[in-house]
């Protein structure tokens, strides 16, 4: 064999590995539902408090279906979407939704529900925020005092909303105060129990999840900013194999029976619901 022949081959041979890398498949977290039409959703905290176990297994006897949850952040699940690894996705991130349905590789954005975003902390409140004005002053605030304050760095839904606030208090945050954790809504929130320190997390994770944080308590919120409304994407059409049963659970989740289980979960077990619908979500977009 020819040294130029072989060079070609392993060109090719790297080629087609890398090709294969982009198509690994990525396993579900779990799976709702136990009928013949697949497919594949990523979402963060909806399914981490059990919300998608329930719209899942709803839809899955009506339209003889099956849910596979792979677990990521916003913008985690974005990048799946866009790669083709998902048929939809539910995320809290405006700007790159408008992105992503600009450039083409999204659609079928339907607006489902909302919670939104307390400003949790130590108990004395160190920091003082609970006398803040916004989100971004209760930032300031805490800037200054340089009291622990756990970012989770993930590029999440979360962690944008964060950066923005940072953005508007026209502070970059720095700091052995300042602690990222790259990890999930929940492990933050427990991760800032221990650290004594504030921490953004949205309602439903602080409702269903607040005894992991007893050193916690809300410090900051009823900023119209901090309201966070989640969306609905669907691949394009034809794009993926799953993408039509997608494009049905959304509409499911858009329909009457499927806002009512948004609206309900979670009364049965807290003393609040953990989410809005979609109508009361509708008057937080901008």
Do not use: C
Not at 5 to 10: M, P
Not at 48 to 67: R, S, T
Not at 130 to 138: C, E, L, M, P
């Amino acid at each position: 064999m020819t040294i130029s022949i072989r060079i070609g081959l392993i060109a090719l041979l790297s080629l087609f590995g890398l090709h294969a890398m982009a198509q690994t498949e990525i396993k579900p977290f779990a799976v709702y539902g136990n009928g013949s039409n697949v497919f594949k959703l990523a979402t963060g905290s909806p399914g981490e408090l059990g919300l998608l176990e329930k719209l899942g297994d709803a839809f899955g006897k009506k339209e003889n279906a099956k849910m596979e949850w792979i677990k990521a952040g916003s913008g985690a699940s974005l990048n799946m979407l866009k790669n083709k690894q998902v048929d939809m996705i539910m995320v809290h991130a405006p700007e790159a939704v408008n992105k992503a349905l600009a450039e083409g590789w999204a659609s079928n954005r339907t607006l489902i529900g909302s919670n939104e975003f307390y400003i949790v902390g130590p108990k004395s409140d160190p920091a003082k925020i609970k006398t803040a004005r916004s989100g971004a002053d209760a930032y300031a605030k805490i800037a200054k005092a340089q009291v622990n304050f756990i970012s989770r760095g993930d590029k999440s839904g979360t962690h944008v909303k964060e950066m923005d606030i940072w953005k508007k208090a026209d502070i970059t945050p720095s700091g052995n105060w300042y602690i990222v954790t790259n990890d999930f809504m929940t492990a933050s929130l427990k991760r800032a129990n221990d650290e004594n320190a504030y921490f953004m997390t949205d309602s439903s994770t602080w409702v269903a999840e607040k005894a992991i944080a007893p050193k916690l308590e809300i410090q900051y919120r009823g900023d119209k900013f901090l309201v966070n409304t989640y969306d609905a994407l669907v691949a394009p059409a034809g794009s993926t194999s799953g993408r039509d049963t997608a494009a049905k659970f959304v509409q499911f989740v858009a329909s009457p029976e499927g806002q009512k289980i948004i609206h309900d979960y979670g009364k049965d077990k807290y003393p609040e619901p953990l989410y809005n619908d979609a109508v009361y979500a509708k008057q937080y977009i901008y």
